[in-house]
């Protein structure tokens, strides 16, 4: 079945500096690829929606110039947290549809754990 | 406003007992319900979902849940819990490109 895979699966950085973190569709084409954040003991909160070749939409709330959302093929998408701190520390989850929509099933990553200090 | 509800944080039960887990949610039009289940520093892994037809809708790992149009519900079942099903379930409603979760519910088993 399709599989949509995240790296890395954890990152620790200093207070500051930004973090990549990569989704990618390992069978099938994705032009839309969602970026979740959860926080500890908490649900999934849409962040922003990836959108192959034109500009992310992002959730009311969500910093743009923070949450930097590159799609950069079918198959990759990528989330920097710039000048990252410590309370962006947070489980970050990106998901795709399946090819065959308008089923509605997402395909989730394994998450991405950031640990700011 | 549109939402999910998930009343339950917290649900025990022993290995071999029965399990529902509620969910209640408020959506403007027929929704699409999804039920994922997340282990310790995991992604989400679909157990099932429910878009129309027969509202007892059969998941993985021996799963179910019923659709209750008029009560608002698609409570998750499974009528005997094993040790692996410790983790954390969401119910889901929406389509997939807004897709609304609840706040999950964490089930620990006891052997």
């Known amino acids: 079945g399709a599989v949509v895979s995240q790296h890395p699966s954890w990152v620790i950085c200093k207070s500051g500096t930004s973090v990549k973190i990569e989704c990618r569709s390992l069978?099938?084409?994705?032009?839309?690829m969602f970026w979740y954040r959860q926080f500890p003991k908490q649900s999934l909160m849409l962040m922003a929606t990836?959108?192959?070749?034109?500009?992310?939409?992002?959730e009311q709330g969500v910093e743009k110039d923070k949450f930097l959302i590159n799609h950069a093929s079918l198959t990759l998408s990528t989330l920097t947290v710039t000048s990252a701190h410590p309370e962006d520390s947070s489980f970050y989850i990106c998901?795709?549809?399946?090819?065959?929509?308008?089923?509605?099933?997402?395909?989730f990553g394994e998450g991405s754990r950031l640990t700011v200090l | 406003a549109q939402s999910v509800t998930q009343p339950d944080i917290h649900i025990t039960v022993s290995e071999g007992a029965s399990l529902e887990l509620r969910c209640n949610y408020s959506?403007?039009?027929?929704?699409?319900l999804f039920w994922y289940v997340q282990s310790p520093g995991q992604g989400l892994q679909l157990l099932l979902k429910y878009f129309s037809g027969d509202t007892l809708v059969q998941g993985i790992k021996g799963f179910e849940a019923e659709f209750k149009r008029s009560q608002s519900s698609f409570n998750l079942r499974k009528p005997s819990v094993h040790w692996s099903d410790a983790a954390e379930y969401f119910c889901a409603v929406g389509p997939s490109d807004k897709l609304i979760f609840g706040t999950g519910t964490r089930l620990q088993v006891f052997p």
């Open positions: 990836s959108n192959e070749g034109s500009k992310a939409t992002y």
């Open positions: 069978d099938f084409q994705a032009t839309t």
């Open positions: 998901s795709a549809p399946t090819p065959d929509r308008p089923t509605g099933e997402l395909f």
């Open positions: 959506y403007g039009a027929t929704p699409y």
